[in-house]
């Protein structure tokens, strides 16, 4: 992010701290509480949503060397994310093209060969058929146009981006509005990949979106975690198009008084949170980068899958280092697993009643209203 951007930011947070206010709509938005529990709008989401734009797979760092692998599932596409010894990323679906089994059930890892578990049909990192045990037995078949289902990616500004449908390639900054330039900014490429898990959750992907769109709870939800660090209610807010940028102002940003300009940094004061539309968040912080990518269940508009990701500037040099990263992810999960999905589960309880007819979302959370109003165009434009 150029710096002038940081500075101009920096002071709009410090005007709504000294003012109690921070970005805010024109008015509140009411939505209808069937969008968190209706299975056809989940039918609708999956085909419109997730079956037709691009999903963050992962940084760079994910599939730092050739072999290295990713095998997750994206709103019920199963796909390998791997890099090949030519240095590129390719995708797959993650099938054997003998009877459809699950290649590889490992969710990270490294292997110069994909084998089958059923019958040991193998692939290389092109995707390509390269063993099959008694070939003479089995019969004679075009092995060439029997690899693996390739299915569009691109890798750039250290992001790596699929589509989980076959098709030709995108590029990734049609769907990005001009927010590529601040991403390539920090350095998303050279992410160490620290930690990385997949959480089952009981509630509707959206749900879990929602809790990453506002600061208001700060003060109260995380009363004994994050607001010791940040101001409560206080944010910055710019849309891309569908994706967005929201900054949140730690406490440490009033030691900038005493600071020429030209020195201010807007990393070490606030966390950098960016939405990419439809369902990832990648939050830039003071001591390490952390992605969320929520994906719904198939079947089950009250369920989802989320991936969360930390990453350092640097793999950690000693045990020291290491240590200083395991006490910012503890942190960081005691947040977001224990405090944030915790009362967004219970939403969803209430939500699946289906006695909520309506759910607000406050002029003081325009991520909220930015978030289902282009859910709801994309659904729109799509039909």
């Given at each position: ?5 940081q ?16 970005a ?27 079956d037709a ?52 059930d ?32 089995f019969?004679?078949f ?54 990385a ?8 992907w959206?749900?879990?979106n ?15 975690t994050?607001?010791?660090i ?6 910055s ?6 994706n ?7 406490r440490s940003?009033h ?75 503890k ?14 589960e219970?939403?969803q ?13 406050g ?16 659904l729109?434009q799509?039909?």
């Open positions: 992010m150029d710096h002038s951007k500075v101009a930011i920096l002071h709009e947070l410090m005007s709504h701290i000294e003012a109690g206010t921070t805010r709509t024109a008015e509140v938005r009411w939505n209808r509480g069937e969008v968190y529990a209706s299975r056809e709008r989940l039918k609708l989401e999956k085909e419109r949503l997730f734009y691009p999903l963050v797979a992962g940084l760079s760092g994910d599939v730092p060397d050739p072999g290295s692998f990713i095998a997750q599932d994206a709103a019920g596409t199963p796909f390998i994310l791997t890099r090949g010894h030519d240095g590129k990323v390719r995708a797959f679906l993650n099938a054997c093209r003998h009877r459809g089994t699950r290649l590889i490992q969710e990270r890892g490294h292997a110069l060969r994909f084998s089958c578990p059923f019958h040991a049909w193998t692939y290389d990192l092109d995707g390509k058929l390269v063993g099959l045990p008694k070939k003479e037995s019969g004679e075009d092995h060439a146009s029997h690899g693996l289902i390739s299915l569009p990616v691109t890798e750039k500004y250290g992001i790596i981006w699929l589509k989980t449908k076959p098709g030709p390639a995108f590029e990734i900054d049609d769907y990005l509005s001009g927010l590529g330039r601040e991403l390539a900014g920090w350095n998303f490429g050279r992410q160490f990949s620290f930690d898990c997949a959480m089952q959750t009981k509630m509707n959206k749900l879990a929602d809790t990453f769109g506002e600061t208001y709870h700060f003060a109260i939800l995380h009363r004994n994050l607001a010791a940040y101001h409560s209610n206080v944010t807010y710019e849309t891309f198009a569908r967005h940028r929201m900054v949140f102002a730690a940003i030691e900038l008084q005493n600071v020429p300009e030209r020195e201010w940094q807007l990393r070490p004061h606030s966390t950098i949170a960016y939405y990419i539309f439809p369902n990832t968040q990648l939050l830039v912080s003071r001591q390490n980068i952390s992605m969320y990518r929520m994906f719904p269940d198939p079947d089950r508009p009250d369920r989802s899958v989320v991936y969360q990701s930390v990453y350092l500037d640097a793999e950690p040099a000693n045990e020291s280092e290491r240590a200083v990263g395991e006490a910012a992810l942190r960081l999960k005691a947040v977001i697993i224990e405090e944030d999905f915790v009362v967004a219970k939403s309880a209430a939500l699946s009643s289906g006695l909520i007819d309506e759910v607000a979302y002029r003081n959370e325009p991520a909220l209203h930015h978030y289902h109003r282009t859910f709801d165009e994309a729109a799509h039909a």
